[in-house]
């Protein structure tokens, strides 16, 4: 993922504490879900899914940068 501002392309760091907080938030709505009388298998699917696919995203800025 590169993120762009009018040519500006966005320093390592800043997309890894970008996408850090969006997988924290995850985390925090998969504990939510989790934690509801009747968890919903396919919203908690989803979301370790995306909570997935963002880990990967930062391993692949930290180690190719």
Known sequence: LQLHLEGFRMDS???I????GQ???IKQAIKD???RPHPD???LHDLKRQKLALKDQIHDIETHH
Request: glycine content about 0%; proline content about 0%.
């Open 13 to 15: 760091e800043v997309q």
């Open 33 to 35: 879900e989790e934690h």
């Open 23 to 25: 997988r924290k938030a």
């Open 41 to 43: 298998d396919l919203v």
């Open 17 to 20: 504490e970008l996408l850090a």
